[in-house]
């Protein structure tokens, strides 16, 4: 998996849903900080696996901790990565925020 397969579902994926990549390193990953308004910090990464073909997504917590990583294929990342919102925002409303905000 190359770096414009990855940004080529990234991007817009990150557009739709006003986040935006916070961080790229070593052009293989990508960190989207996300802050709510009760103090939360979350963050998703995206980076290329050893295996071909293969991305690895996390969603990690100060609060909560990781949710752990997956792996998929190009075809699946935007699905894994609605499926990471979804524990974002799960965790926001369960500590008491409201809004969300990237950083």
């Known amino acids: 998996m190359d770096r414009q397969s990855i940004t080529k579902v990234l991007n817009p994926w990150v557009k739709r849903h006003d986040l935006?990549?916070?961080?790229v390193y070593r052009d293989q990953f990508y960190y989207l900080d996300i802050a709510d308004d009760a103090g939360g910090k979350y963050e998703i990464s995206i980076f290329e696996d050893e295996q071909p073909d293969l991305i690895r997504v996390?969603?990690?917590?100060?609060?909560?901790?990781?949710?752990?990583?997956?792996?998929?294929?190009?075809?699946?990342?935007?699905?894994?990565?609605?499926?990471a919102y979804?524990?974002?925002?799960r965790?926001?409303?369960q500590t008491g925020g409201r809004r969300i905000v990237a950083f």
């Open 58 to 83: 996390r969603v990690w917590s100060n609060r909560k901790k990781s949710c752990g990583f997956i792996g998929v294929g190009s075809s699946d990342l935007e699905g894994v990565l609605e499926q």
């Open 20 to 23: 935006r990549v916070s961080n």
């Open 86 to 89: 979804a524990c974002v925002i």
């Open 91 to 93: 965790w926001v409303h």
